[in-house]
């Protein structure tokens, strides 16, 4: 299988993909490693072995999820303080993930989805950085990683942006077959696609932008979703960051009911993010309160330099009307590779911080909120002296 493969890649990926491939991260004999497991088993069974976590795990105690001061305490003065000076001093950069495409908006880019009133959600993105960088004197860097399929019509959008908002792209790699082959489209044309938030990291290294903000004395990169506009920078929840002292730290939000995802456990010597799937069948997830919004500030320094054994992580799609199947990994697992701590942040109201938006339906029931949230954060003028915004 590992040879039939690889003959395949090297006669059916044309020289012009092959050449985007290799600038995008693409490592064709790790390609064909991942895809000699899916002829080992049963899919569940293949994928239970290769993500269930061995060993014990056991959930955080209350002090290791803290909840963000409340407003006008004392702590949050002193950690006010702390965070607007390192803006001020231009120790900090803001990258969003907007590699997506909102599939279950019709295929469009997500970035350029309208959010509310005709401002689309990398518009307010764009107006929250203007927010910042006004107040701390400094232009705030402002990093878009995204995909093959949002590159264009993103730099597109970005035609007029200021020099200090720079995209850089994720890695690429092809489809495979069930059984393990390279999947063809109806043209005949390998199927490619974006391999996961986890490329973050090496694909931030690969620009150069990390290490031109290092030089410049760069300390923090604050990494959230771009349709998540409730994570925002704030100077308390960076100064909580810096006081933590731990290389990462995890916004992480009470759960809801029916709320499922990655949530922070004792695994493996490490309190990290783990999903669900990956946990032990006879550890009850109920157990922990919170769970990951997706929302990390990390040292600048160990973004750059830290050795991360990524897991690939199989996902099955449908192509063209048939089963496809691509590996993907996940930027939580820096919490496995290095030492993090967590914040529990509102999700309720003017002070929330996570309003993710999957479909219409969800940005229909989060609309009012988002414009709440975006008036208070400085996404907007006021409302008698609005004024058009980009889309």
Not at 4 to 26: N, S, Y
Not at 67 to 84: E, F
Not at 116 to 144: C, H, K, M, Q
């Amino acid at each position: 299988m590992p040879i039939e493969l690889r003959d395949a890649l090297d006669q059916q990926l044309p020289a012009a993909l092959r050449q985007q491939l290799t600038q995008h991260g693409f490592d064709q004999e790790r390609l064909v490693t991942l895809a000699s497991s899916l002829r080992t088993s049963a899919p569940s069974v293949r994928r239970d072995l290769r993500n269930r976590i061995r060993g014990p795990v056991f959930a955080p105690t209350p002090d290791e999820i803290p909840p963000v001061p409340p407003p006008d305490s004392r702590d949050a003065r002193r950690l006010t303080a702390i965070g607007q000076g390192m803006l001020r001093r231009g120790e900090v950069a803001f990258c969003v993930m907007a590699g997506g495409m909102a599939t279950r908006m019709g295929g469009v880019v997500k970035a350029l989805v309208e959010a509310f009133d005709g401002r689309t959600f990398l518009a307010l993105r764009l107006a929250e950085n203007n927010y910042w960088s006004v107040r701390a004197g400094i232009p705030v860097p402002l990093w878009l990683m995204t995909s093959d399929a949002t590159q264009p019509g993103i730099a597109s959008a970005l035609a007029k942006a200021p020099s200090h908002v720079r995209t850089f792209e994720q890695d690429l790699s092809v489809r495979l077959t069930s059984e393990g082959g390279l999947f063809l489209e109806d043209d005949g044309s390998p199927s490619t696609y974006a391999t996961g938030h986890g490329d973050l990291p090496d694909a931030l290294r690969r620009s150069g932008l990390l290490d031109s903000f290092r030089a410049r004395g760069g300390k923090v990169v604050w990494i959230t979703n771009l349709d998540n506009l409730g994570a925002t920078i704030d100077p308390v929840i960076l100064g909580s960051f810096v006081e933590a002292r731990r290389p990462v730290m995890v916004e992480v939000c009470e759960k809801a009911p029916g709320d499922r995802g990655g949530i922070p456990v004792h695994a493996e010597r490490h309190l990290q993010v783990l999903e669900e799937f990956r946990l032990p069948k006879d550890f009850d997830a109920s157990e922990v309160p919170v769970f990951n919004t997706n929302t990390f500030l990390v040292e600048a320094e160990a973004l750059a330099t830290a050795s991360i054994s990524w897991n690939w992580f199989e996902v099955e799609k449908t192509v063209e009307g048939r089963v496809a199947i691509q590996f993907e990994r996940l930027l939580q697992e820096l919490t496995g590779a290095l030492p993090s701590a967590y914040l529990t942040v509102p999700r309720e109201g003017e002070e929330s911080r996570f309003l993710p938006v999957k479909d219409f339906d969800e940005l229909t029931r989060r609309r009012s909120t988002i414009e709440l949230v975006a008036r208070a954060r400085g996404m907007l003028p006021a409302r008698s002296n609005r004024t058009s915004e980009p889309s």
